[in-house]
């Protein structure tokens, strides 16, 4: 089991940034990070994921080149660095967690077991 906590929303101007983190706790050991948004009305979207090592990536083109996944295994913390945002970057961003060992990584919503309560990012226009 693992449990996820997600901080740092908020509300912030176009072309601001912001910096989500989600605290892990529970049994850690081997999980690939995910974070996922949902906009009102809209199904809930991959947004970046990051393998148990931390050596490999993924975004989603929407993000990719303005928004940053990290990771630090020792304090088992994933952030979500946001930048250059924009209106449509206003949503609920989940944490998610599955265990995937090793360069793994998934976009895919229904493969993580492990959610976050969610935090809320609003952009203004």
């Known amino acids: 089991q693992v449990q996820l906590a997600e901080a740092g929303g908020g509300l912030v101007q176009v072309g601001g940034s912001l910096r989500l983190s989600c605290a892990a706790s529970?049994?850690?050991?081997?999980?690939?990070m995910g974070w996922f948004r949902q906009a009102p009305g809209k199904e809930r979207e991959f947004v970046a994921g990051i393998s148990w090592n931390g050596r490999h990536t993924l975004y989603a083109d929407s993000v990719q080149g303005r928004f940053t996944i990290s990771r630090d295994n020792a304090k088992n913390t994933v952030a979500l660095q946001m930048n250059s945002l924009k209106p449509e970057d206003t949503a609920v961003y989940y944490c998610?967690?599955?265990?995937?060992?090793?360069?793994?990584?998934?976009?895919?919503?229904?493969?993580?077991?492990?959610w976050g309560q969610g935090t809320q990012v609003t952009v203004s226009s």
């Open positions: 529970g049994r850690t050991l081997s999980t690939s």
């Open positions: 998610a967690a599955v265990y995937k060992f090793g360069n793994l990584i998934s976009n895919t919503r229904n493969e993580y077991d492990y």
